[in-house]
């Protein structure tokens, strides 16, 4: 059975301390792996798709990258902005349904 | 800009009562999605249809729970009766390939 595990289950952080989130999974075969970002009482925002080990994307102070176990979302001196809870998921079929983790809700403290 | 839609935002209902929900996906997505996202379990598939066709239907309770595309641009899910247990936030999200956009949840309380 595919499995997304997120660590940790929150985070909090000053404005400023970089830190990075964790999302390993155990699937079998990836055919990409998705950062959303959900702000309470809203739908997840899409961020990132990674498909290959290796891969690196970035947005603002957002950087995503994935090994062949896990994938880290690496945040660069966070606003108070940048609050909100980080969901990974994993898909191993093309356009088929998502396999989501709990996430990690993140607190920027100004 | 394109979003999905869906209605309506917020539902209060008795045990026992119907719900409907609604979703008006991204023109041109051939695939939608329904979730269920509760503070236990996070996110979890309940339907998806692709062109409009029922693919899978595992996660939903069958006895009371029922999704159909009556055409492209309109997903339905409908729970009758409904239960406490069904209180949560479902999503719509539809997508082209592997990308997928959600809608704004229903918020789903069942009293």
């Known amino acids: 059975e595919d499995q997304v595990t997120q660590s940790p289950e929150a985070l909090r952080l000053q404005e400023g301390e970089s830190s990075s989130l964790n999302c390993s999974y155990t699937v079998s075969g990836l055919r990409g792996l998705f950062w959303y970002r959900q702000d309470p009482g809203k739908g997840p925002e899409f961020l990132f798709t990674?498909?290959?080990a290796g891969e690196e994307k970035e947005k603002e102070r957002l950087k995503a990258t994935l090994t062949k176990k896990e994938s880290f979302l690496h945040i660069t001196a966070p606003k108070p902005e940048d609050s909100a809870t980080y969901l990974c998921a994993v898909v191993t079929s093309g356009n088929t349904p998502l396999v989501f983790g709990k996430g990690t809700r993140l607190s920027v403290i100004a | 800009d394109a979003r999905v839609t869906q209605t309506p935002r917020h539902k209060v209902t008795e045990m026992g009562q119907e719900v409907t929900m609604r979703c008006q996906p991204i023109?041109?997505?051939?695939?939608v999605f329904w979730y269920r996202q509760t503070m236990m379990q996070g996110l979890e598939l309940l339907a998806y249809f692709r062109n409009r066709a029922p693919l899978d239907d595992s996660g939903m309770p069958k006895d009371r729970f029922s999704a159909e595309m009556p055409d492209a641009t309109l997903a339905t899910l409908k729970i009758q009766p409904s239960e406490p247990r069904d209180s949560a936030v479902y999503f719509c999200?539809?997508?082209?390939?592997?990308?997928?956009?959600f809608g704004p949840g229903t918020r789903l309380t069942v009293l």
């Open positions: 999200a539809s997508g082209i390939y592997n990308e997928q956009f």
């Open positions: 023109l041109g997505h051939n695939t």
């Open positions: 990674l498909y290959s």
